[in-house]
């Protein structure tokens, strides 16, 4: 009898430690669930915050920068460039107005379009897709920018820009310089000895864009001292003094 009533103490015995050990297993299995399921929320919501600042940044007809993004970039881009030559281009589409109002806004929309992936293409073409930057800047203006380039090279990427649009062959019977849609182009460097503010460059670029509008459109101007210009254009191969 005592026998039978200490095999009884025994069998209870265990099978409290296992229903114990049972209940502690299945906590450390729930434990384990809520922390990988707290790890996947916090990858999700990592993953839609890049998101999020990549949109934050992003031009959302164009797909290019946007101007926060162009703002941000020069600044970084001129902080490190401190002893090196960095280049700017501004790019405006001749008559784009007259455009909208001929071929209609969604028309105007697509060759945008056309014309953001045009610059893209045309830089790449010559520079590490990492080395640069291409923006909207806004409406129908875009900007590149170009660290540790000087002069000569941003021109001659200006000028593939122009070229790359020119053989778009986009009809745009109300320009006054081409039967198709056209750029004009500002270039504006800023030289290691030059005492220029990021703001100063892009006022030097903007003054050579409105020169290459005002001699005549489709062409490149550029400027790298706010006294000095030359220019280029479909007619003409060579920098001339302005």
């Given amino acids: 009898m005592s026998n039978m009533f200490n095999l009884k103490a025994i069998l209870f015995s265990m099978r409290q430690r296992f229903n114990r050990n049972s209940k502690t297993d299945l906590t450390i299995l729930s434990l384990h669930q ?7 929320m916090l ?20 797909r ?13 881009e001129w902080e490190k460039c401190s002893e090196q030559s960095l280049s700017v281009i501004i790019c405006d589409v001749d008559f784009f107005k007259a455009y909208n109002d001929t071929y209609g806004h969604l028309a105007g929309d697509v ?4 014309i953001a992936e045009a610059i893209q293409k045309a830089v790449q073409e010559i520079l590490d897709p990492n080395s ?30 122009r070229s790359h649009v ?26 290691p000895e030059d005492k ?4 100063e460059l892009l006022m030097n670029a903007d003054k050579s864009l409105y020169k290459a509008k005002s001699k005549g459109r489709n062409r490149v101007v550029y400027s ?6 030359c220019e280029t254009n479909a007619f003409c191969s060579c920098c001339e003094s302005a």
């Fill in 196 to 199: 220029l503010s990021p703001l």
């Fill in 132 to 161: 640069f930057l291409v923006a909207r800047y806004g409406g129908e203006e875009f900007a590149v920018i170009l660290p540790q380039l000087e002069t000569e090279q941003a021109l001659e990427i200006a000028e593939q820009i």
């Fill in 64 to 76: 290019l920068a946007n101007r926060r993004k162009f703002y941000a970039y020069l600044y970084e």
């Fill in 43 to 62: 990858q999700q919501l990592q993953s839609e915050n890049k998101e999020l600042k990549y949109l934050a940044n992003l031009d959302e007809l164009t």
């Fill in 111 to 114: 060759t945008l379009k056309q």
């Fill in 224 to 229: 790298y001292l706010q006294h000095r210009s």
């Fill in 166 to 191: 020119a053989a778009l062959k986009i009809p745009h019977k109300q320009s006054k310089v081409s039967s198709c849609v056209t750029l004009s182009l500002g270039v504006a460097t800023r030289k």
């Fill in 34 to 40: 809520v922390i990988q399921h707290q790890n996947q």
